[in-house]
């Protein structure tokens, strides 16, 4: 049986909503709720070797109806939701198999991939009641229950939450690696979430007590040695800041401009300004750190609504602060904050990227 590849689409983004931030996941996908990436899967080997010894039937269900077993039980629209918010795909291999007693027993090897690396892994069985016509439980309601275990697996164990994932392939641990202050100014520290894609790292929001609609937020990403364009080659240990990053800088600065501007183009808006790209030189402790910066204002019949990002990079990551302030106030800001980031190291999954 041809393993089938996952469709669906994940959008894990920040977005400017009227270029005011806001922290937004979003999934994106082709698939209605039923549609699950669940498949059917080879056996594996030692299961296919009872097979070959035994009376077996291998692949009983397809993916459309281990799919919908899944969609039909109760209670597992957040399963259904979590599994299309990533791209995640589960394939289940299944079959029945007479032991030696003359017991048949229904197997399932249940193996949950992101991006077709293995997450996680599980295998369940049930015997299958052979006698007794009047008295058997059909076939698809034991699968139901061993795919209702499986759930209750997945739940208890956050198998689809970001950590996991960042956990299996050696990505950087945010969790307990990234140091942010609890306070900037009279913002605090009010939540922080990962992204399911190591690549976009993690996000932290700032809240003011005095004013709601006030935002600051900090996001930390490894670089992406696909923005290089093959131009700059790392050989650094990443213990310094090395200065031939600082072109990376640039290129991501200017993803950001350009986005910024396809927002306020798409949302129709005339009257704004948007600075050009520009450096933001700051000392802490006696030594001078260097970033980029630049402000978006929209011309509202009121007060402007601003949009002013600054960038850095601390080992082999960016440092991105983006509040909805004005620049000036927005300098004080980072002034008071970047000296109190220490970011992760380099990832193996990273140093992986980099050198393949």
Known sequence: MRRRRIRITHLVTMCLVVLVTSISIVASTSQSANQLPIYAAYISDSLQKQCDDSVCNSNIFDGNELSDIVASMPETQPLIQNLNASEYEVLIGNATIQNNNQDTVLYLEITTSWRNIPIDELVLTAPIQTTQNSNKIPLQQITANLLNEWVFHINKNDVLSATTIYKAI????????????????????????????????????????????????????????????????????????????????????????????????????????????????????????????FEVALNASSDPVYSTQFAFIQKDKIIKLIGNVPEYMMTELVNQSIGNIEVPNESEFMRFVRNN
């Open 170 to 293: 050696g990505a950087s641990n945010y969790k307990e690696d990234l140091h942010l202050p609890d306070y900037i100014g009279k913002f605090k520290l009010s939540q922080s979430a990962l992204y399911h894609d190591p690549m976009k790292g993690a996000i932290t929001r700032y809240s003011h007590p005095d004013f709601a609609d006030a935002i600051f937020d900090i996001s930390v990403y490894p670089f992406s040695p696909l923005k290089q364009n093959s131009l700059l080659k790392i050989n650094d240990n990443f213990q310094s800041e090395p200065k031939h990053l600082s072109d990376l800088l640039w290129i991501e600065m200017g993803l950001e401009r350009e986005q910024a501007l396809k927002l306020i183009n798409s949302a129709e808006v005339s009257d704004f300004n948007i600075t050009n790209i520009n450096k933001a030189l700051f000392e802490v402790d006696g030594k001078n750190i260097e970033g980029l910066k």
